[in-house]
């Protein structure tokens, strides 16, 4: 079978070497094409990071996209445009989810510790011991419990912050672990009112592109955190700057923005209250990507259903 990558941002040679090696292990055989320097091949499986929407419609014999991440929100309109009825699949956790945790658990600790009251104290040479509030008072609010989510809960319950996640039914999926108090999205004002830190790690779809603007931060308690990890456009950016300027939210940690890179005029670089990162808390790896698509691919080939597929009504 024939497997096309497409992604600018990694040595091709590195997805093949991987593929190859766990396509022997599952007694598969595959040809595996760079898609970058060979446009016209045709596959059969796509894994792809940001492909160019005119070579996904030349595509004309693939039975199934493999994205290399966990959001779909780019590929899921070119899918839909082009490749109506083949399945997306994203990746799941693939060694994404521990470093979520460590990237959230940061900035957890870092407002909590007050880091930000300490550096401003620094800057101004004073030696001043802060309160820290009891760790038992300081809720974390999960908002979006996916595998990122999951994963991020798991290490925080292991550094004993409480903890409260929203979703969007307020259910949890099939074998996810999750025992604290869990709120469907109707119910987000009431979430956000318990959250002392907010963590959001909503896929981007139709229903939360902007889902956290002014009125909507404006419920979360004053002095709170906000951390977001998942994609730039759930969160109004403006409002985000207006809400800290007038001192109800106490501090930002952003990987995610919308656009990526964020225009250096951006006013959100000079918040001193706000942290920024470059799309960084979870990398695809290699290794366990390739061995997940392979498994993937592997259950297809036998008439089985993996794990991941998007659901395209739903957007993730
Ligand atoms: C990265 O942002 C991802 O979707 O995995």
Redesign the pocket.
Known sequence: MKLAVWDPDEPFRRWRDALIQHAGELRLSVQVIDATAEPDAQADFALVWKPPEAWLAGQQQLRAVF??????DALLPLMRAHLAGVPLI??EDAG?GRQMADYVSEAVLHAWRRMDDYAALQARATWEPLVLQARTGFHVGLLGLGQMGLAVARRLRELEFPLLACTRSGRLRPHAAFDGPLFDIDHLPEFLARCRVLVVLLPLTADTRRLLDYATLRELPQGAYLINA??GAVLDHDDLIDLLDEGHLGGATLD?FEPEPLPAAHRLWRQPRVRITP?V????LVGPAAAQVMHKIAALERGDHPGGVVDTRLGY
């Open positions: 994205n290399l991440a966990a959001g779909v994203r990746l994404m998942g994609r995610v799309h808390a979870a990398l695809t």
